[in-house]
Nanobody, 117 residues
Framework: QVQLVESGGGLVQAGGSLRLSCAASGIIFSTNIMGWFRQAPGSQRELVARIFSGGITSNYADSVKGRFTISRDDAKNMVYLQMNSLKPEDTGVYYC??????????WGQGTQVTVSS
């Protein structure tokens, strides 16, 4: 069963940057499309970025395109999210998981990101 530990969140002013990290275990990491999800207060969890096996191809939600960059290190079973030019609407709990994960799958505790205006 997949196990995930997210870190790197915090409180930042609008326009600032954060780098999130996620350690994964219990899966053949290198063969999985990995994603970062965001759950804003009062909203459902949404996929904001995903990265394909090999780390060359990635996709982003329109709301973060051009500001966020997802990357992975298959040797370390790690996935990262570099977040620049943060906006208050980026506030939420960020989770990593396989990009195809659904609510009933195993999830980590997430990491809180709060962007003040």
């Amino acid at each position: 069963q997949v196990q995930l530990v997210e870190s790197g969140g915090g409180l930042v002013q609008a326009g600032g940057s954060l780098r999130l990290s996620c350690a994964a275990s219990g899966i053949i990491f290198s063969t999985n499309i990995m994603g970062w999800f965001r759950q804003a207060p009062g909203s459902q969890r949404e996929l904001v970025a995903r990265i394909f096996s090999g780390g060359i191809t990635s996709n982003y939600a329109d709301s973060v395109k051009g500001r966020f960059t997802i990357s992975r290190d298959d040797a370390k079973n790690m996935v990262y999210l570099q977040m620049n030019s943060l906006k208050p609407e980026d506030t939420g709990v960020y989770y990593c998981n396989r990009a195809r994960a659904v609510a009933t799958d195993n999830w980590g505790q997430g990491t809180q990101v709060t962007v003040s205006s």
